[in-house]
């Protein structure tokens, strides 16, 4: 019989998406959060059909039962962060708002699903209704277009995005050089640091998702939020370099790589 911990692990509140290839969503949370010693408390928003390539198909869960679901989670466990993925759509993007509101000290990192082809007006929901109320969003370049697209420069965007309530934002795929990536922090009092990594030969499935996750797990550790990216930044740059390829597309992260002894090899 296993020994029980007496231990209280801290929890992080996940509402993301159920991705059934285990690279990014859901998974990715549970799996990150699991690694950096925390419990993870899964809400799903949507339903994917996909694989390690690409989506085939994914269904919206209705706002009522995401709603259910957060508030049956919120009313009994207590909660030391929040992570909030992909929520499919505007229903749930208010749906979410609204339960936020009722937690203010709850540590948010969001990792808005924005991309070139999505509606406006869900780019513009998420923008002013949870962007604001987030500790950290984490934001891609053209991400940042998106969601600031007066601005003609990274630093302007940012200014702007900040200016209509952004508290902080992490910025991935900044300039680098030819070998490495960089994500850029920015907050409030100004730029803060400059997380770099070797670029890695294919796209990592589940790369941001392990990210954000790990940001959430180490606020809820309690570190500083420049003290978590750092750690969160380092592990999701292990996990990606000993990823997988078990499917037929791209890689993913070993979450748990250090209890293979992938360190202890390299």
Known sequence: MPAISLAVQPVVLSINANDPSGGGGITADIETIASLGGHCTPVISVVQARDTRTE???????????????????????????????????????????????????????EPIISSTQAADMIEAMNSLLVPLATLTLV??????????????????????????????????????????????????????????????????GANATLTAGIAICLAHGLSLGEAVQLAHDFTGKSVQYGQRLGKGNPMPDRFHWCRGSESDA
């Open 56 to 110: 085939k198909d994914r269904y919206v869960i209705n706002s009522s039962l995401l709603i259910e679901q957060t508030r049956a989670i919120l009313e009994d466990i207590s909660i030391s962060a929040i992570k909030i993925g992909d929520l499919g759509n505007i229903a749930n993007i208010e749906a979410v708002h609204s339960i936020l509101g009722d937690y203010p000290a709850i540590p948010v990192v969001l």
């Open 140 to 205: 891609s370049l053209n991400g940042l277009r998106q969601i600031s697209p007066s601005g003609d420069n990274p630093v302007s965007r940012v200014r702007e995005a900040m200016e209509d309530g952004a508290r902080a934002l992490l910025v991935t795929g900044m300039p680098g050089d030819d070998e490495h990536l960089v994500n850029a922090l920015f907050a409030h009092q100004g730029e803060g640091r400059h997380y770099r990594q070797r670029k890695p030969s294919i796209h990592c499935h």
